[in-house]
């Protein structure tokens, strides 16, 4: 069974950083796309971050230049780094690991909570 378990989320001053982690355990870690998104209330859930089995790299155009998608293979862990976060970037990370192959699977965590206040 796969779990998929975010962590780091908190409460942060505006200007501050966070380092979300996603650690991932049941599968094989290497062969899926990670992807964080957010959702704030009242919000639909958006995609902020991507990083593909090859380590390429997608951003939202709001998080570019702040946030950093990253991911260990060995440690099957998917981090974001978000840094210089304003009161917009509050919410609910959520944790996606996804692949598109002739066996589709997509798996999500539970989220971690983001809030960015003075």
């Known amino acids: 069974q796969v779990h998929i378990v975010e962590s780091g989320g908190g409460l942060v001053q505006p200007g501050g950083s966070l380092r979300l982690s996603c650690e991932v355990s049941?599968?094989?870690?290497?062969?899926?796309?990670m992807c964080w998104y957010r959702q704030a209330p009242g919000n639909q859930r958006e995609g902020v971050a991507m990083?593909?089995?090859?380590?390429?790299?997608v951003y939202v155009d709001s998080v570019k230049g702040r946030f950093t998608i990253s991911r260990d293979n060995a440690e099957s862990t998917a981090y974001l780094q978000m840094n210089s976060l304003n009161p917009e970037d509050s919410g609910v990370y959520y944790c996606?690991?996804?692949?598109?192959?002739?066996?589709?699977?997509?798996?999500w965590g539970r989220g971690t909570q983001v809030t960015v206040s003075s």
């Open positions: 996606n690991a996804d692949k598109q192959d002739d066996d589709p699977r997509s798996f």
């Open positions: 049941g599968t094989i870690f290497s062969i899926y796309d």
């Open positions: 990083i593909t089995v090859n380590g390429s790299t």
